[in-house]
């Protein structure tokens, strides 16, 4: 029986970083994680680019490729999101129960508080006229905000940043969401 032997990795490799955010264009996002050898294709790709990448000695490759693959998955889940989130803001007019199941998904994975605001931009008309609509919406994206601090990435922060960082979120989506008639 032969075993085929793993090439031992001799060069120097690099690995793209890209930040997991609303801002991040999709290009760097489906580079997350990727490694490389060639330095000349790393990032800025693009003008304001603000991602990155680092060096990964050669003893330090398979550990990095076991990253990449958690990287990628995460970069994937973020598109994902993103297309969750669209989803709901053009359909939510038209199928408010679809539209909320939607935004769910999208808030499960993760939740940015700028976003809240431009769903709010589209639909504060039409929820303000329906107070358990709001009411349902703010318990979903304040749920959705603990389970985000509850990441070990938040839960590595300073406790004082960590603390001022979660009730500055919540309190905004509780103002977010409060309906005006109960201000």
Avoid at 70 to 75: C, D, S
Avoid at 157 to 179: C, D, N, S, V
Wanted: net charge neutral; with cysteine.
């Amino acid at each position: 029986m032969w075993f085929k032997r793993k090439k031992k990795v001799t060069d120097t490799h690099y690995q793209y970083y890209a930040n997991l955010n609303p801002h991040t264009c999709i290009i760097c996002l489906q580079r997350h994680g990727e490694l490389f050898k060639d330095p000349d294709t790393a990032p800025p790709l693009h003008e304001g680019c603000r991602c990155g990448f680092l060096t990964v000695p050669p003893e330090e490759f398979e550990i990095r490729q076991e990253q990449s693959e958690r990287m990628q998955y995460k970069a994937q889940e973020e598109l994902r999101r993103r297309k969750l989130f669209e989803t709901a803001l053009n359909t939510f007019n038209q199928d408010v129960d679809q539209g909320v199941a939607y935004l769910q998904a999208a808030v499960e994975i993760d939740i940015h508080i700028e976003e809240l605001e431009l769903f709010l931009e589209k639909y504060r008309p039409f929820l303000e006229n329906d107070l358990g609509l709001m009411d349902t919406l703010r318990k979903i994206f304040v749920n959705a905000y603990y389970q985000k601090m509850d990441q070990p990435k938040y839960q590595m922060l300073a406790p004082g940043y960590y603390g001022q960082l979660e009730t500055q979120g919540r309190k905004r989506i509780q103002t977010l969401f409060a309906h005006p008639s109960l201000k």
